[in-house]
T-cell receptor
Framework: KNEVEQSPQNLTAQEGEFITINCSYS?????LHWLQQHPGGGIVSLFM???GKKKHGRLIATINIQEKHSSLHITASHPRDSAVYIC?????????????FGTGTRLTIIP | GAGVSQSPSNKVTEKGKDVELRCDPI?????LYWYRQSLGQGLEFLIY????????KSGLPSDRFSAERTGGSVSTLTIQRTQQEDSAVYLC???????????FGPGTRLLVL
């Protein structure tokens, strides 16, 4: 069992739909990252959170430390949101920067 | 301002040759990370530099891999005696301070024939 698991692996939705991508982890963490990888390969860091909820535009990330679960939501989805979304867990012990990555969720938004 | 840059963007080499990959982080960023993304695989942490501290090399897959960061800025990842399984996209990221948001470079696509 991977330490960081994402679901679904693939998601296709119509433009305008509300999107939820899930990330579960089995290790103690100090923070959870959400990354976006565009079709061309470029990676953008979307969120880094250790508790509660963060919002940026149409994107919302939440984390439940007790349940070891995080979600990424996209409201009013648009074709330009089509990308691979990756969560990554940062270890709890200070000085250890070895992020553990999920395998990614490939999102396709159809116009 | 300028983002993280990496060179070359693509590299094709023969098995057994050494390669050097370069990363120029965002100016003033103290932390620098190297990752690898193999075809069909997820991202994999390789090494981390923070200021003048000893690097975290815990992700390097073998002793054929090494990295250095000169003057707290530019970093070079060196792969000696390349193998076909080294073929991957090598990504560099930097952050302003320890454990802050990471900014990724475009990657170097390495193909070992």
């Amino acid at each position: 069992k991977n330490e960081v698991e994402q679901s679904p692996q693939n998601l296709t939705a119509q433009e305008g739909e509300f999107i939820t991508i899930n990330c579960s982890y089995s290790v103690g963490i100090s923070a959870l990252h959400w990354l976006q990888q565009h079709p061309g390969g470029g990676i953008v860091s979307l969120f880094m959170l250790s508790s509660g909820k963060k919002k940026h535009g149409r994107l919302i990330a939440t984390i439940n430390i007790q349940e070891k679960h995080s979600s990424l939501h996209i409201t009013a989805s648009h074709p330009r949101d089509s990308a691979v979304y990756i969560c990554a867990a940062r270890p709890v012990n200070f000085g250890n920067e070895k992020l553990t990555f999920g395998t990614g969720t490939r999102l396709t938004i159809i116009p | 301002g300028a983002g993280v840059s990496q060179s070359p963007s693509n590299k094709v080499t023969e098995k057994g040759k050494d390669v050097e990959l370069r990363c120029d982080p965002i100016s003033g960023h103290t932390a620098l990370y190297w990752y690898r993304q193999s075809l069909g695989q997820g991202l994999e942490f390789l090494i981390y530099f923070q200021g003048n501290s000893a690097p975290d090399k815990s992700g390097l897959p073998s002793d054929r891999f090494s990295a250095e960061r000169t003057g707290g800025s530019v970093s070079t990842l060196t792969i000696q005696r390349t193998q076909q399984e080294d073929s991957a996209v090598y990504l560099c990221a930097s952050s302003r301070e320890y454990r802050e948001t990471q900014y990724f470079g475009p990657g170097t696509r390495l193909l070992v024939l």
